[in-house]
């Protein structure tokens, strides 16, 4: 179940967010209580919440200080509550991270809705952080993390000199029959030597390689997915999202969009 902690200052309001939700049909409990934003940051600390619902004007310590102050470091996320006068006070919130803001008197059912778009965008980041562990994992098969070349070599020299190859120049149109010219040896040749030393053929390496750097960029959030593609040798677009799919598991789009909220991965 999903962690709920409440700060409001006004008793009657406090109260009546603790006891008249359905908070079961949402999949959450409420584990602690806080009439003040310092009292808030202490029960943060204590009870480590998933979701925080909190007032804006409060004495001590008003709600968007106590967010300022604890939503980064305890990765909670958090629900304003404000009064018309307030609404655009509130909207600073949005620079702070959080998902929502809500109207006093409260709408359970807005409630209800902004606590189901907590959970689908947690749950979201739950899935792609499972796909980047799992691509750190493919990574490391391939030895595609921090590699060095002087010191990380097959002891082979033309798969050493493939490897290279595909480090420096997997973002242009490159092909087996290239290094085989440059190499003065057969495509059979090479790709049998390349398969026995790491486990692929020359072909699956390099997109599993142009893939890895399509993750990279797209984690970034800088570029269209069109250029992107480009950027690591996909100069068919239709063939990278087909080829992306395959691989990842889901669109370059929707990994963008179900990735948006995490900060730093891998």
Known sequence: MYKVLIVEDED?????????????????IVVGEAANG????????KH????????????????????????REYGYDAIIVSSYEEFEY?????????TEYLLKPIDYNKLYEAIR?????????????????????????????????????????????????????YAERLTLADISEQCKMSCT????????ETGYTFNDYLIRYRIQKAVDLLRENRYKVYEIAEMVGFYDYKYFIKVF???????????????????DLV
Request: with cysteine.
């Open 48 to 71: 480590k919440p998933d979701i925080v619902i909190a007032d804006i004007n409060m004495p001590i310590m008003d709600g968007l200080e106590m967010l300022d102050k604890s939503i």
């Open 38 to 45: 310092q009292d808030g940051l202490e029960k943060i600390k």
């Open 189 to 196: 040749y090479l790709n049998v030597k390349f398969k026995n």
């Open 117 to 169: 778009k907590i959970q689908a965008k947690r749950n979201a980041d739950t899935t792609i952080r499972q796909v980047i562990r799992q691509l750190d994992v493919e990574k490391k098969k391939l030895g595609l993390l921090n590699y060095n070349y002087e010191k990380q070599t097959t002891g082979n020299r033309y798969v050493d000199f493939m490897l290279k190859t595909i480090h420096e120049r």
């Open 245 to 263: 799919k395959k691989y990842i598991g889901c669109s370059p789009a929707r990994f963008i969009n179900e990735g948006k909220s995490l900060t």
């Open 12 to 28: 009657i309001m406090r109260k009546g967010l603790m006891f008249m939700p359905h908070w079961q049909e949402v999949d959450c």
């Open 90 to 98: 509130a909207r600073r919130g949005i620079s702070l991270g959080v």
